[in-house]
């Protein structure tokens, strides 16, 4: 057992994954959602994902091992005394700040308080603490129970000894570490990956080639587990846009900028999985019935 406590904020996608991950390692976790259905929906996500690995051999608990190490809460007030603070709420910059700012009052005064940012510089968000010394990126990637590593992020504010105790935790996740010195926005994973999602929209968008097959290109000509539309409907088409909305109001760069399909999608509800359309459409059990009619 871990003695560590692991605060996890935000239950989503990559909470749910994070808390399940620590949990697996034997971590006290306390998970905080926004709502109690959120937080109902995680707990469900997380049994299924352990009782698979479970089943596979790939980890020795069982599912219900795993839960036992999870608490859910509703107010973030509950999650004073964490060692090991993980905040993973909506890409936008204020909100990310202010749960930062709530974190460093609650949280032991020799806790880490990381950020899994996308995009957003790490320095940014601890500038809304007075412990920019203890923050940090703590970048996961999804599927976060499936994914064997993580970048973890320093800023010029950052100690060497929160750093190297971040590394050490991910490393107990069983996961590799990508050391990341310089906080620029979109870290490495997303400053490589994203333009060459920005990239198959834009040849969507032209017309040159359909999703099924900018997909298979990448899959089998790039050796790619999944295609850029079908990693972007696992990840959600919102996520990938506030992702790229908030790195190109950093940067600038014109290789961020959201493509307009995108835009519209979003705007259209079409976000991925979770909604049952995004670049495919998906029934009821979540298996692919086909690709999305883009909106006008
Ligand atoms: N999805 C991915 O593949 C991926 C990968 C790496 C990093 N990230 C980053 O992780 C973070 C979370 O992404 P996700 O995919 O889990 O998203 P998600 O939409 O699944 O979950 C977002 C979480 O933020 C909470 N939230 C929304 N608005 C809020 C508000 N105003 N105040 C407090 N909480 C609020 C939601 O309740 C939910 O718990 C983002 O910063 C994202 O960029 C995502």
């Known amino acids: 057992m871990n003695s560590d406590l692991v605060v996890v904020v935000g239950a989503g996608l990559m909470g749910q994954g994070i808390a399940q991950c620590a949990a697996q390692a034997g971590y006290r976790v306390l998970l905080w959602g926004l709502s109690a259905q959120e937080l109902e929906r995680a707990l469900d996500n997380i049994a299924g994902s352990a009782t698979k690995l479970h089943a596979k051999g790939r980890i020795p608990d069982t599912s219900a091992a795993v839960l036992a190490r999870i608490t859910p809460v509703l107010d973030l007030e509950q999650c004073a005394g964490g060692d090991i603070c993980i905040e993973t709420v909506v890409e936008d910059l204020g909100v990310k700040q202010g749960v930062f700012r709530t974190l460093e009052r609650l949280a032991l005064p020799s806790a880490i308080l990381a950020s899994n940012t996308s995009t957003i510089p790490i320095g940014k968000i601890a500038a809304a603490t007075s412990c920019p010394q203890r923050c940090l990126g703590m970048h996961f990637t999804s599927p976060v129970p499936l994914m064997p590593v993580a970048e973890v992020i320093r800023s010029t504010a950052t100690t060497d000894a929160a750093f190297e105790r971040a590394v050490a935790f991910v490393r107990t996740l069983g996961k590799e570490v990508i050391h990341v010195h310089k906080d620029v926005a979109g870290f490495v994973f ?16 032209a017309k ?82 086909g690709v999305a009619e883009q909106p006008d």
């Open 208 to 289: 040159v080639a359909s999703v099924p097959d900018i997909d298979k290109a990448m899959r089998l000509g790039f050796g790619r587990p999944m295609g850029p539309f079908e990693t972007a409907d696992m990840v959600g088409l919102d996520t990938g846009f506030n992702a790229l909305a908030a790195l190109y109001a950093e940067t600038g760069e014109e290789k961020f900028r959201p493509p307009e399909l995108l835009r519209r999608k979003v705007a259209a509800g079409q976000l991925g999985r979770k909604s049952g359309c995004g670049w495919y459409v998906y029934d009821a059990a979540g298996s692919r019935t």
């Open 190 to 205: 997303n400053r490589i990956n994203l333009p060459g999602n920005v990239e198959a929209i834009r040849l969507v968008e």
